[in-house]
């Protein structure tokens, strides 16, 4: 923070007598104290020197509690945007705010706007008015029957720099023109000081990325001349030398070792030193989440390389989760789950997880391994035992899997993901055939090839507000039913969005999906399309949406289209989204736009830190015999 220094007169002591104190003696008058100092030494029921009844009326008038109002007067020569900022600081720090709408005495409001009145000239000081003087008064106002307390500003004039002065930024050589650029502070400006605290951290901040691990800058010095109304700069610098990265150093290795914290970094030895590569590396490790706290040091070597020591404290490395949940569509729902984030060593997370409800129960493990030989590489894998009773079909299905991908997470939103795995599966599947709808019976064995490619144009992961995102997804597959055939499945999802005002912003999807290669009948009830639901065309029951068997039961279809369109309007912490929503499953290989099923709605959002929490009710359009009139869906994070 910039010293700011003044020339000031020495201050007059007042003369002091000569004479001897004598502690017995009778005390003084005092006649600043509006009360006689009483003698206690009367017992007829009063003190000598009572207050007159006037002065006993005034004194109890100072001590009653009254309320008061604030005004600021004087600024109107300021810059608007200027007053804005001054009365923004003013009113988080002023105790005459905090206490505007509770009674208090006359002391202590005048106390309070002596107070208001010192912040505002210090406030009117960093803005670069050294000689703004602010004079507090306070009046009673019979007609509302409270106190008004005015600050009469007089901001002065705009005190400029005459010089800037940074001894020893010379030492950085070439790199010193770009120092004293991303310092920004010239002669001439404002001696402001915002702009000179927003210029220091710029600095400190290129000094570290431009190689020089072991700078000293020092704090602003500001010496101001109130006869010319100029102020002097200086901040001393001290760059040190360049650097280059050196390796990593690591005492503690219980998490994972240094080739580890390598391949996280950014940054590769010998490559120029960069203070954001370590802040970068700090958050790459907190996001492991198997630490709790991280400190990373350069340490000099005595060449013209700097190791990284790298210090960290574990976090607990085991979570127990449960959920419960109930939806209309699909029953109840309990899942529990037990992970340990480090069990193969180094990031590899093992989760154990069981799900049973009404209509899934499920038994299964997942390996997912983080930065797997490169930085936000993933490989997964996974093994589970599924029943699932729908009213498409019924699956008991055993599968296994294992896949890359680059993932993308909220502190490091990827502009490009994708994925590429193996899944083999063994599934028993009833459904029903024929106008009878009768009941059938059938075991499929499918080894898939599933990849994703996806772009990711938008500013915020679980709530865009401009941008677009474009995905699509390939899985040639393999069936064993009755003889070997073959399919794929393809899906391209594409939505956007558009703000048309600060609190508005108008959001769109759409959704085409395609099986070829394979009639509906051959393919597995469960590796069909099928649409409706929270994350589908809202206001229709999950996957009712499309073609049905005599039962009214749905029978999924190998085509897709979907098309949502929604006005997100936010008002602080909350926002209210009308939506709608349309679509269609079909059994023709190529996606239509015909016969569409139409649903619309209104939804609340709760803006988190994290995210927000989504409650829509939607309700079907053209509603059909068995669809429900009302549907209502729950989840963290926009619809899309």
Do not use: C
């Not at 005495?105 to 000239?121: C, G, S, Y």
């Not at 400190?204 to 700069?233: K, M």
């Not at 490091?412 to 028993?428: C, R, Y």
Request: charged content about 25%.
């Amino acid at each position: 923070m910039a010293r700011a220094q003044e020339q000031t007169p020495a201050a007059q002591s007042p003369s002091a007598g000569t004479g001897t104190l004598d502690p017995s003696s009778p005390l003084d008058e005092m006649p600043d104290i509006g009360v006689d100092w009483p003698d206690l030494s009367r017992d007829d029921g009063q003190t000598a020197g009572a207050p007159v009844p006037e002065r006993a009326q005034q004194a109890t008038e100072i001590a009653a509690e009254q309320r008061y109002s604030l005004a600021v007067e004087g600024l109107d020569d300021l810059a608007p945007d200027d007053v804005m900022r001054l009365r923004q600081r003013f009113d988080a720090l002023s105790t005459l705010k905090a206490g505007e709408n509770k009674p208090a005495n006359v002391a202590q409001i005048d106390r309070r706007a002596r107070e208001d009145a010192e912040l505002m000239a210090q406030l009117l000081r960093a803005d670069g008015y050294y000689s703004a003087s602010v004079e507090p008064v306070v009046a009673a106002d019979a007609a509302r029957q409270q106190i008004i307390v005015t600050l009469d500003v007089r901001p002065g004039d705009v005190y400029t720099l005459q010089t800037v002065d940074l001894p020893g930024l010379d030492a950085a050589g070439e790199k010193s023109e770009g120092l004293r650029d991303a310092f920004g502070v010239k002669p001439g400006a404002p001696a402001d000081a915002d702009d000179i605290v927003k210029g220091e951290d710029a600095l400190r901040a290129r000094i570290g990325a431009d190689g020089f691990p072991f700078a000293q800058v020092s704090e602003p010095e500001l010496i101001v001349d109130h006869e010319t109304r100029t102020a002097r700069l200086k901040m001393d610098v001290e760059p040190g030398e360049a650097k280059r990265f050196g390796t990593i150093r690591m005492a503690d290795r219980r998490i994972f070792g240094p080739r580890h914290v390598m391949r996280i970094a950014r940054f590769e030895t010998g490559q120029p030193y960069d203070a954001r590569m370590i802040e970068d590396l700090r958050r790459a490790l907190i996001a492991t989440g198997l630490v709790s706290s991280v400190r990373i040091e350069a340490v000099p070597t005595g060449e013209d390389v700097v190791d990284i020591a790298v210090a960290v404290e574990p976090a607990p490395p085991r979570t127990v989760a449960a959920e419960a949940g109930y939806g209309t569509g699909q029953g109840i729902r309990a899942e529990l789950s037990w992970q340990h984030r480090n069990l193969i060593r180094p990031e590899g997370a093992v989760t154990f997880r069981g799900v049973a409800g009404t209509q899934e129960q499920l038994i299964g493990a997942s390996l997912r391994r983080s930065n797997f030989r490169a930085r936000d590489q993933v490989l997964t894998a996974q093994a589970s035992l599924a029943n699932i009773n729908r009213d498409a079909y019924d699956a008991r299905t055993f599968s296994v899997g294992a896949g890359i991908e680059r993932q993308t997470n909220i502190i490091w939103q990827k502009t490009w993901t994708w994925s590429a795995g193996v899944e083999l599966l063994a599934s028993d599947e009833r459904d029903t055939v024929g106008q009878e709808a009768a009941p059938r019976r059938r075991t499929f064995l499918i080894g898939a090839l599933p990849g994703m490619l996806a772009y990711d144009g938008t500013d915020d992961l679980l709530n865009p507000q401009r941008g677009f995102r474009l995905s699509g997804r390939l899985s040639p597959e393999l069936s064993l039913q009755s003889g070997v055939f073959g399919y794929a499945r393809a899906q391209i999802d594409a939505s956007a969005y558009q703000p048309v005002s600060e609190r508005v912003v108008v959001a769109g999807r759409v959704r085409l999906g395609t099986i070829l290669g394979a009639g509906r009948d051959r393919i597995a009830p469960s590796r069909r399309f099928y649409a409706g639901g929270g994350g589908s065309v809202r206001g229709y029951g999950y996957q009712d949406i499309g073609p049905v068997d005599p039962n009214g039961d749905p029978i999924g279809g190998r085509s897709l289209t979907e098309f949502s369109l929604e006005a997100r309007v936010r008002v602080g912490d909350f926002g209210i989204v009308p939506f709608v929503d349309a679509g269609n499953i079909y059994t023709s290989p190529l996606p239509r736009a015909n016969d569409l099923r139409y649903g619309a709605g209104i939804g609340a959002r709760y803006y988190t830190s994290f995210g927000p929490i989504r409650v829509d009710v939607g309700t079907p359009l053209n509603r059909r015999s068995g669809d429900p009139r009302i549907a209502v869906y729950v989840s963290l994070g926009q619809a899309f």
